[in-house]
């Protein structure tokens, strides 16, 4: 992918060196610029990147970093989403203070990250590594998100055939993950169909959605897809999904439990489409993801990490569960109203 342009899935960068750091830097700027986000903006996103990149590049282990615009109530900031192996932190809030340092340093980072960031979120674990979230936006800073997502690619592609999309229809909640066959551009076409129908889809309920984008991409290779609603007046999630992407409900005590899709291609065949509704109580977390991340996770092995951003619990998954040989898309989102 063209470093100067970075579009909405994002731009991965494997964060190796001091190198590696500065196109970070100047990749950052030039998003900010692109999306107007205002001179002095953009320097502080600038001072945001470099110190997300020598963090990684002094402490981490198999560090890697997203950077991609965001976009909400018709405004746009960027967004880093650091990822590393590392040693991890016992105390991040004690880190992210100015003048602590592990390495005969100042000691700035972080804290000149979480100053000059409009949001900053992060989760550590002691010997397991790191993963922090930060926005820069020009103005107030809009309400974070009730849903989040990576889609990363597989090594060696420079485009993913995975993708995710969220949207608020006539009131109603819904995400959908998709997975068109395949790799490369073709399987990235079919899921680009995909949720552009999905965008534009009249609002209904999810069985009825997933025939739409059926119907919608039939002119594509074809996709696995799954729509879901949580409602959090009924305390239900409403459910459809065809093929393989995997979807998982994790609730306060309880064990996870995993929603039905049916067997089928989105775009080919004559696929049964049938809707499915379970329980969703405050607070409960939903899980979806692709065939790109192993299902053997469990959130009860990351305390304190249900608590944290729908960002952070998808970016840990995608670390620890996906693979580097198939398209990965993980997507959070949570009961909250």
């Known amino acids: 992918m063209n470093a100067d342009v970075v579009a909405d899935h994002g731009l991965w960068f494997r964060v190796e060196s001091g190198a590696t750091a500065s196109s970070v830097r100047r990749t950052a700027e030039r998003l900010g610029r692109q999306l107007e986000l205002g001179e002095k903006r953009v320097a502080d996103l600038a001072i945001v990147a470099a110190e997300v990149t020598s ?3 002094k402490h981490a282990q198999e560090g890697t970093l997203l950077l991609r615009p965001v976009r909400r109530a018709g405004r746009a900031g960027v967004e880093l989403v650091a990822i590393d192996s590392g040693p991890g932190m016992a105390d991040l809030a004690l880190s992210s203070a100015d003048g602590h340092s592990t390495t005969g340093t100042l000691g700035i980072g972080l804290g000149a990250i979480t100053r000059q960031a409009s949001l900053f979120d992060g989760y550590s674990l002691h010997g397991r590594g790191t993963v922090l979230a930060v926005q820069v936006w ?10 989040g997502a990576l889609v990363r690619p597989m090594t060696g592609e420079q485009v993913s055939g995975d993708g995710y999309a969220v949207r608020l229809a006539d009131g109603r909640r819904q995400v959908l993950v ?6 490369g ?14 965008r534009a889809a009249p609002a209904g309920p999810p069985g009825t959605v997933v025939q739409h ?20 007046v009924s305390g239900l999630l409403h459910y459809a999904g065809l093929g393989n992407i995997a979807a998982m409900i994790v609730a306060t005590g309880e064990r996870r439990r995993g929603l039905v899709s049916l067997p089928g291609i989105a775009g080919h065949q004559r696929p049964s489409v049938r809707e499915y509704t379970y329980p969703f109580p405050a607070g409960a977390t939903l899980v979806m993801h692709s065939d790109g991340v192993v299902d053997r996770w469990d959130l009860a092995d990351y305390p304190g990490l249900t608590g944290r951003s729908p960002l952070l619990i998808a970016a840990t998954l995608l670390r620890d569960a996906g693979v580097r040989r198939d398209d990965a898309c993980v997507l959070v989102a949570r009961a909250e109203s």
């Open 55 to 57: 963090n990684l590049v």
């Open 138 to 147: 020009n103005g107030p800073v809009p309400t974070p998100d009730w849903a």
């Open 178 to 183: 998709c997975d068109g066959l395949g790799h």
């Open 185 to 198: 551009p073709l399987a990235a076409a079919a899921t680009g169909a995909a949720l552009a129908a999905f």
């Open 213 to 232: 984008l059926h119907r919608a991409i039939a002119h594509t290779r074809g996709a696995a897809l799954a729509v879901a609603e949580p409602d959090p």
